[in-house]
């Protein structure tokens, strides 16, 4: 009796150790920073155009997991290049990224990247990089952002700072020349920071980029096809046409959707 007790102890002790790592390989964190109009805090709740979507998603697959908000540093270089199954928003789709095997949703959105300067600049004249460069001017741009390595990789002095909004303080208390920003962002980054959007102007589109939810590198293969599939339903529905009116009249601006796009200023 003692013996087929046992047995039996023992073969639930298998089968729930056989369990364990199928239910933790199920668990994903879904993790993303203050950058509007994508993914940020609007009238005292986390919002913006990526949100939206994430939120659509997690509400047709059923998942539950918190949107944690944190420094992009943090955020990419601290938990999503070293941990499967998290989902990150919204970021670029480098050549870098697709190397370290991130999985790619979207396009969400599709930008102009910009760099501004100060309004009262009168001198500082940008046609191309090799401007900057030669120049020896600064570009100050998010840390852990892509367009920080894009900038490094052309030979350009970067300034880092932890938030686009610290960063536009900066650029106009003069600490560097130029900021890099998108047309889609400058908006809402520029009421966020309290300064009247006519303090900056564009200097330089230096690339038009679409960004993605992006799930990182050996996540659980199934966890990447219902993000993707739930994806390609809501594409289907008249989400995103509701959702493009929704954000052109919170952030004053005629915007669109189109599946080659995501959301565009027309």
Not at 123 to 152: E, P, Q
Not at 167 to 194: C, P, Q, T, W, Y
């Amino acid at each position: 009796m003692k013996s087929f007790t046992t047995s039996i102890i023992v073969g639930i002790s298998v089968i729930c150790f056989c369990l364990i790592p199928a239910a933790y390989a199920e668990k994903v964190r879904i993790i993303t920073t203050e950058e509007p109009p994508t993914n940020y805090t609007r009238a005292g709740e986390f919002s913006g155009t990526t949100t939206d979507i994430v939120n659509e998603i997690k509400k047709r697959i059923g998942e539950d997991a918190p949107i944690e908000v944190m420094p992009w540093a943090r955020a990419y270089n601290a938990i999503a290049l070293k941990t499967p199954n998290v989902v990150i928003f919204t970021g670029g789709k480098t050549k870098e990224r697709v190397d370290l095997g991130f999985n790619f949703i979207g396009p969400v959105i599709t930008r102009n990247h910009t760099l501004y300067k100060r309004s009262d600049d009168g001198r500082t004249i940008i046609n191309s990089l090799d401007d900057i460069k030669n120049g020896k001017l600064k570009v100050g741009v998010m840390r852990g952002d892509w367009r920080a390595g894009f900038f490094k990789d052309n030979g350009i002095e970067i300034d880092e700072g932890n938030s686009h909004v610290m960063n536009i303080n900066k650029l106009l208390g003069k600490r560097f020349d130029l900021m890099a920003l998108s047309d889609l962002e400058i908006s809402a980054v520029m009421n966020e920071a309290a300064q009247p959007i006519d303090m900056v102007k564009p200097a330089f589109v230096f690339k038009e980029g679409a960004s993605y939810i992006l799930i990182s590198k050996d996540s659980d293969k199934e966890i990447v096809k219902k993000w993707d599939n739930a994806f390609k339903e809501i594409q289907k529905t008249d989400f995103f046409e509701k959702a493009a009116k929704k954000w052109s009249d919170i952030l004053m601006m005629d915007m669109g959707y189109q599946p080659d796009k995501g959301f565009y200023i027309k």
